[in-house]
């Protein structure tokens, strides 16, 4: 089993920064796809950014790119999420998500694992 537990959410102004991290717990796999997605209140669930474990592949949406960085520690098995130039738009719970065999890496329902998410407040 995998486990995923997100840290780093907060309350901050546009502008600022935030880091997010997951941490992977138990077991994991080799050529995952571990990836950060984001419902704000009343809203769906979207796809925010992904990373390719073996590798190190990425993909963004068109609403993040240039401004977030996604990465990841291979020795940690921790993925990380740089958020820079917070917009009030990008307030939302921020979730991380794991598949062992990979799929549609940028639709929600290409994810197996889940975390309890982290809330993120950018304040105008």
């Known amino acids: 089993q995998v486990q995923l537990v997100e840290s780093g959410g907060g309350l901050v102004q546009a502008g600022d920064s935030l880091r997010l991290s997951c941490a992977a717990s138990?077991?994991?796999?080799?050529?995952?796809?571990m990836g950060w997605f984001r419902q704000a209140a009343g809203k769906e669930r979207e796809f925010v950014a992904a990373v390719i474990w073996s590798g190190g592949g990425t993909y963004y949406s068109d609403s993040v790119k240039g401004r977030f960085t996604i990465s990841r520690d291979n020795v940690k098995n921790m993925v990380y999420l740089q958020m820079n130039s917070l917009k009030p738009e990008d307030t939302a719970v921020y979730y991380c998500a794991a598949v062992r065999f990979g799929g549609t890496v940028t639709q929600r329902a290409g994810y197996e694992y889940w975390g309890q998410g982290t809330q993120v407040t950018v304040s105008s």
């Open positions: 138990g077991r994991t796999f080799s050529y995952s796809t």
